[in-house]
């Protein structure tokens, strides 16, 4: 038994034992959803913990045995019916889970693991849910009976054919229990079996109640051990008569045992009653269906009980704690020389084993020296009974001494006395009962001989234990058996081979030194790339033999990769079990989302992300998530979400926590900071609101009086942000007070990535030298024409690219680089670089850097190139700017550009993200689609030195410097030629109530307005800026005066200009309103931007229209369907909240109602592919909101349409 | 002392002999722009990345007029150096490196007692020494101590 097992054996088995535990862990957290519906569910569970338990037991782990077999039980119950897989069971079931991993991680496979706690949970459920069967209908026993008392024979052998499947199917199982192959058991009659499995099954279900109160009774009530044994004798003596014998001898064994207990002969302590129940559950186990586990615990029970009664009730293991003062007395005795032993001795016993005249003392002392004893020593040879510790200093081994004094080896302890004893609560005995079987051993008791023969006959052996003889016997030669028992042998018996033998074909592992997996990729990835630089320099397209090579090295390659890979999800659903455990903790309601799991990282480079969001999913849970009450008290769901995702964007691999919970209030985090010192008041108040967020993660931030147990919000978030950072991520953090929080951890990708692994990737080059940019990192490539030129302006001295609706910042790849300066660059090229050169192969780069643009100018793009990506050598680890290189199909090498890096080079400013201001749930709920314009992007400019104007950038077309002399006066009117246009130059303090333009300046800005068809030019200072303006500017009536209003930027008083208001003024020829006679209208407007609120307000103004503006596309449909005939025409943005325009207008044209309704659509969005899907979903006009006279000549129209009851395309429409 | 010798300009250098791996002709290096002056670039040596030094960098001299020109230097990096290193309790280094160098001399097999302390005007550590061979003068170098410095981000004298 105690043979050394193959170390590389117990490795192969830990190994597979813990990757099976976290299966079964995903598992259980399923089974939990469903209740236990799904059967192969629980199957996969049941076979998972049944091999660890079948192959520790191989092992001889016996603490692994008897926790996975309770495991087993609660998972057999729930597989056959008996139970629900209710959250008490899975915590048991997952604590079981728990306690067997750690056993596998420790070095000793558990065996000196401490596994009461789990195995006291375990009972607690095993009988607290039979108690609930016991009220519950139990479902499948019950049938059972049902199904019985369906046969008319209950009692009497009856014709078989009549029985149910089922009733056949408990039959088939009983036969498998026969045990020995008696030549007697060949005609036992399965009906006899089956209806002897119910009935007894019947009775064990009644004892059940009985069982759980022997316990906390104590064997008082006598009643109560009377009728356990009366249901064990009915059992015991008819599976006799039918032969069965493992069942026979377990339920003796039991019997005896409650004898026992009965006649108050055996105290039922804790460690007897836990055999005692295990055996009745083993019993009903072997009395079930699918019970192919219990009959190989039946001999270990058998022993078990049978130890019970040869330790005279004795609980076991029988030694109480080493008392503390004993350990003290003993740590004193400095002049030991052998091993220090405790025994545990019945004094009467041991006058008897040492038969010398001088005493026991002196025989004791004859092998050894008695240190110290619980009696005073002299008393030991006096008293002839009663029990006693005695401390024993000796060289001979425990088998020996056991031999010698006759006592039993488990009553032998080696003293260590350099561990000081645990309290003696906290080690109150429990036996772990699969353990006792090695403790046994043959008892010298002379009450054994009341014991029946069971009992008698697994004594008198040697030290091993002996088991009883029908137990030994191998089940069931087939030919020996009733015909229906042998092909339900056949079946039963490969079948539990067969399950093992196909989990371990499902994922046979091997374990392989990671240093050469590592070999292999580094080999594998120079073989790509060779093969790349062959492909270069020959022709192999005629070449089958390359064809095959190439493939042969690309699938090595995948299959190297995919050694070193692992998906997010894998990472992420470890954190159902701990949002799951939490979540009952903290007794919150949680739902936990996984998205995006099927992103594939470097194994290790994830497990890094393991710890910081194991913080952050504890930190949602514990702060960020509110109570049920909470939550419904505040409006929202009662179920918190905690979402889990990974995606790629940028370049950069993104894992987010999300959730919906309070969200993280900037006041409080910063007056947190300030009395915790870590910013000055100073500081605070020149911070934003999202700085002060970020202070979160500044070390020594806490917020102590909130802390809990299971994580504090902020503690240790510098913990978390330095974790993420050390691999070379960053951290960042969206919060909405209210609506929830996102922790966004991102990581270069070509540092997520395994090194040599495959990327996809732009290969460019810039003053010849060639760069790798990854290919998620790249929004757009222009060709670098005329027509890019002219959308390239000057703003601030930059050049800055008009790209659609965006201004994007041009940056030169080659001041980040230092490239320059390098002696190999081209000296034509760089020349021409400063003019914009019309290099042919030149491109307009637009690079994406998280949600924000930045262009770049790059001589020439190679191409998109699957590429190699290697992680660069230390000595040039600190270029931030690049994440890593690659070698090319021409053999050299080509770093890769890291965004980030480039971004911080260039001290690049992005306004805060825009989604940032979004709320956190805007993705999840559905509205990503469109951004959501909380902001109004303006051109802040100077006209005098101090007075400050704003437009909105929407309506410049460029920036031009100029200078002075390039106007030219003509009579009152000045102009410039710019460009191939003679622009009309409008100065705002000819038309505008301000001071005039500083006329001592040699060169000033030049607004060309856009969407303005006459050539116009605005003179402006020099003092330019692109701002995000919040819609807090507070508006001033409109006086027609061109000043809508006005805000605070810098310490600067910004007016707000209506620009066409001064262009009217200009030249009112051109921009008359020109508006043909209208009659009186209502006209709805949906718009979200309160600028354009106010600005379109003012385009509307007209004695005749009645304007209502609303926030909205839900409130626009609001107000049309409370008054469905009071509008003529609607006027909508598109990209608004809650409800965009394009879902106004599908909605109203959804309606019947208003199919005459003309709708215009007025926005910023002027890609074609948002006014084809405009027009195509039932919008009237398509306008861009810029041109005050095309907005109400388009609005003119419309209404004269509805009002000539045109709407005729519509009609015709519908004819066709 | 085994000394493998090389030429910038004209004078003469030495590093052990058993750091030398293989000397080869110039491969096309792929510059490191924001990386140490030091650090001429990158280079694929059969599959392998490996750092060039220039040593005329190093040693604060001028870039040679074309870039192919010169002797390249692959340094033993497995073993010789991570002993050298240990010698010197520096942190071990054991990626790739080469040295760039105007030409490589011929191997010199010098008694480590004609090796002299280096003279008082030298101000880089990484100069282990000035040999004699013949009359050659040679400034025996510091691998180890060189790349430490250009990993510590110390700048050159």
Redesign the interface.
């Known amino acids: 038994m105690e043979e050394a097992h193959d170390p590389e054996l117990l490795a192969e088995f830990v190994t597979e034992s813990l990757s099976g535990l976290q299966s079964v862990e995903q598992d259980l957290l399923l089974l939990e959803d469903d209740g236990g519906a799904d059967k192969d569910l629980v199957n996969r569970i049941f076979r998972a913990v049944h091999s660890i338990k079948g192959a520790g037991a191989y092992l001889n782990l016996a603490n692994l045995v008897t926790v996975s077999h309770r495991a087993e039980t609660l998972l057999d119950d729930i597989r056959a019916g008996r139970r629900t897989a209710n959250a008490l069971v899975t915590d048991a079931v997952l604590g079981a889970v728990d306690a067997l991993t750690a056993m596998l991680e420790a070095d000793d496979q558990g065996h000196s693991y401490n596994c009461l706690a789990i195995l006291e949970q375990l009972d607690l459920v095993l009988q607290g849910d039979q108690q609930l069967d016991a009220q519950a209908p139990m479902t499948s026993t019950d049938s059972r009976n049902l199904a019985h008392s369906t046969n008319p024979a209950s009692k009497t052998p009856g014709p078989a054919d009549g029985a149910p499947s089922n009733t056949h199917s408990s039959a088939d199982q009983a036969c498998d229990l026969l045990g020995p192959a008696d030549s007697a058991m060949a005609n036992c009659d399965p009906t006899v079996l089956a209806d002897f499995m119910a009935e007894s099954l019947q009775g064990l279900d009644e004892i059940q109640h009985d069982l759980q109160e022997l316990e906390s009774e104590g064997g008082t009530d006598s009643g109560l051990v009377k009728r356990l044994l009366q249901t064990v004798q009915t059992i015991a003596g008819q599976a006799a008569y039918l032969k069965l014998h493992k069942l026979t001898a377990l339920s003796q064994a039991s019997q005896t045992v409650l004898e026992r207990i009965h006649r108050k002969t055996l105290q039922p302590t804790h460690a007897v009653t836990d055999v005692v129940f295990q055996a009745f559950s083993t019993l009903r186990l072997m009395l079930t269906p699918e019970h192919d586990s219990a009959a190989r615990d039946c001999a270990s029970l058998v022993q078990q009980l049978g130890s019970i009664l040869d330790n005279n009730g004795v609980p076991l293991p029988p030694l109480p704690p080493l008392p503390l003062a004993d350990w003290q007395f003993l740590k004193q005795l400095t002049n030991r020389v052998y091993p220090l032993y405790r025994l545990f001795v019945d004094l009467g016993e041991l006058h008897q084993a040492i038969d010398i005249k001088e005493g026991v003392l002196e025989g004791l002392n004859a092998i050894g020296k008695v240190r110290h004893a619980s009696l005073p020593l002299e008393l030991i040879d006096t008293s002839l009974s009663g029990e006693c510790m005695l401390y024993l200093e000796t060289m001979l081994e425990p088998s020996i001494l056991s031999q010698h004094l006759h006592i039993r080896l488990s009553a032998i302890e080696k003293v260590d006395l350099a561990q000081q004893p645990v309290a003696p609560l906290a080690s109150h005995p429990a036996p772990s009962p699969a353990a006792i079987p090695k403790l046994v051993t043959p008892a010298s008791s002379s009450t054994a001989a009341s014991a029946p023969p069971l009992a008698s006959s697994s004594r008198g052996g040697p030290a091993a234990p002996t088991q009883p003889a029908p137990v030994e016997v191998p089940p069931l030669p087939p030919a020996a058996m009733a015909k229906t028992s042998s092909m339900a042998a056949e079946e039963k018996m490969p079948d539990s081979e067969k399950t093992q033998r196909t989990r371990a074909a499902d994922e046979p592992t091997m374990r392989v030194p990671a240093r050469i997996l590592h070999e292999l990729l580094e080999w594998t990835g120079n073989m790509v790339m060779a093969r790349n630089q062959l492909l270069n320099e020959y022709d192999f397209r005629e070449s089958n033999a390359f064809r095959t090579l190439s493939q042969a090295i690309t699938g090595v390659h995948e299959t190297v990769i995919e050694t070193r890979m692992q998906t997010t999800g894998s990472l992420f659903e470890r954190y159902r079990r701990v949002v799951r455990d939490l979540s009952r903790q903290l007794k919150k309601e949680v739902a936990f989302h996984i998205e995006g799991g099927d992103l594939e990282l470097d194994r290790t480079i994830l497990e890094s992300f393991a710890d910081p969001l194991t913080h952050l999913v504890r930190n949602c849970i514990d702060h960020a998530l509110e109570t049920p009450e909470e939550r419904v008290a505040a409006g929202k769901n009662r179920q918190g979400n905690v979402h889990l995702r990974s995606y790629v964007q940028s370049g950069e691999i993104i894992l987010e926590v999300q959730d919906d919970g309070r969200g993280i209030s900037a006041e409080y985090i910063c007056s947190k900071a300030l009395s915790k010192g870590i910013i000055t008041a100073a500081e605070a108040n020149s911070m934003t609101e999202e700085d002060k967020v970020m202070l979160i993660f500044e070390a020594g931030f806490s917020t102590k009086d909130q802390a809990t147990d299971v994580s504090g919000r902020g503690v240790g978030m510098d913990v978390v942000r330095n974790n993420i950072e050390s691999v070379g991520g960053t951290i960042d953090l969206r919060t909405r007070v209210g609506e929830g929080s996102v922790f966004a951890a991102r990581l270069p990708l070509a540092k997520a990535l395994v090194s040599s692994s495959l990327t996809t990737a732009l290969i460019i080059e810039i003053a010849n030298e060639c760069l790798a940019i990854p290919e998620t990192a790249i929004s757009e490539i222009i060709q670098y024409d005329e027509r890019t030129l002219k959308n390239i302006r000057q703003v601030d001295g930059r050049n800055v690219y008009q790209h659609r609706d965006k201004i994007v910042a041009m940056i030169d790849l080659r001041t980040p680089l230092g490239l320059q300066q390098s002696p190999t660059v081209n000296k034509k090229v760089d020349k021409s670089r400063a003019t914009h050169p019309m290099n042919k192969r030149a491109c307009l780069v637009i690079i994406q850097f998280r949600d924000q643009l930045f262009g770049t100018v790059v001589d020439e793009v190679v191409g998109m190139q699957e590429i190699i990506v290697r992680s660069n050598p230390q000595l040039i680890q600190d270029c931030t700017v690049f994440s890593g290189h690659t070698v090319l199909g021409n053999g050299r090498i080509s770093l890769i550009l890291d965004i980030n890096g480039i971004v911080n080079k260039m001290s690049l400013k992005f306004p805060k993200q825009a989604s940032k201001k979004n709320s956190p749930l805007d993705e999840v709920e559905g509205y990503p689609a469109y951004e959501v314009t909380a902001t109004q992007k303006m051109l802040v400019f100077n006209n005098s030195d101090t007075e400050y104007f704003a437009i909105p950038i929407e309506l410049v077309a460029f920036i031009e410097r100029i200078r002075e002399s390039d106007l030219t006066l003509v009579g009152e009117r000045e102009f410039c030629r710019l460009k191939s246009e003679t622009l009309s130059i409008v100065r705002l303090e000819k038309f505008l109530p301000v001071s005039p333009l500083n006329r001592k300046l040699k060169d000033v800005c030049l607004i060309r307005p856009a969407a303005v068809d006459h050539p116009i030019g605005v003179v402006i200072g020099r003092d330019l800026a692109v701002v995000d303006v919040a819609e807090t500017f507070e508006s001033r009536l409109d006086d027609q005066s061109g000043i809508v209003g006005t805000f605070y930027w810098n310490d600067h008083l910004v007016m707000l200009l209506d620009l066409f208001c001064v262009l009217e003024k200009h030249s009112p020829e051109k921009i008359s309103h020109r508006d043909e006679s209208t009659h009186n209208a209502r006209i709805l407007v949906a718009e979200d931007s309160l600028f354009f609120r106010k600005l379109i307000g003012q385009y509307m103004q007209r004695d005749e229209w009645e304007v209502k503006i609303v926030n909205d596309g839900l409130q626009a449909y609001d107000e049309l369907i409370n008054n469905p005939t009071r509008y003529d025409l609607i006027i909508s943005d598109i990209n608004m909240p809650i409800m965009d325009g394009f879902e106004l207008v599908r909605k109203v044209r959804e309606d019947r109602r208003f199919d005459k309704l003309p709708m215009v659509a007025l926005t910023t969005m002027s890609e074609e592919h948002f006014r084809e899907k405009g027009l195509a979903l039932g919008f009237d006009r398509y306008v861009i909101k810029i041109d005050k006279r095309e907005v109400r000549a388009t609005v003119s129209e419309c209404l004269r349409i509805r009002r000539d009851g045109g709407a005729a395309r519509r009609l015709s429409a519908e004819e066709n | 002392m085994q000394v493998s010798t090389f030429r910038i300009g004209k004078e003469f250098f030495g590093i052990p002999t058993l750091l030398v791996e293989e000397l080869f002709r110039p491969l ?1 290096v ?7 002056r030091r ?1 001429e ?4 040596i ?6 060039v030094l220039s040593m005329r960098r190093c040693l604060g001299w001028e ?1 040679l007029a074309t ?1 192919l020109a010169g002797e390249m230097i692959l340094l033993e990096t497995s073993a010789g150096l991570v002993q050298e290193a240990r010698q010197l309790k520096l942190e071990a ?1 054991s ?3 080469v040295l760039s160098v105007d030409e490589t001399t011929q191997i010199h097999h010098l008694p480590i007692d004609r090796k002299y302390p280096p003279p008082a005007h030298i101000s880089q550590d990484f100069v282990d020494g000035v040999a004699r061979s013949g009359e050659i003068y040679v400034t025996i170098l510091s691998v180890a101590k060189l ?1 430490a410095d ?2 510590n ?1 110390k700048v050159e004298a």
């Open positions: 096309p792929t510059r490191v722009p924001s990386a140490d650090i670039g990158v280079v694929n059969r599959g392998t990345t490996a750092v870039d870039d280094f990626e790739p490196v790349i250009i990993q981000g």
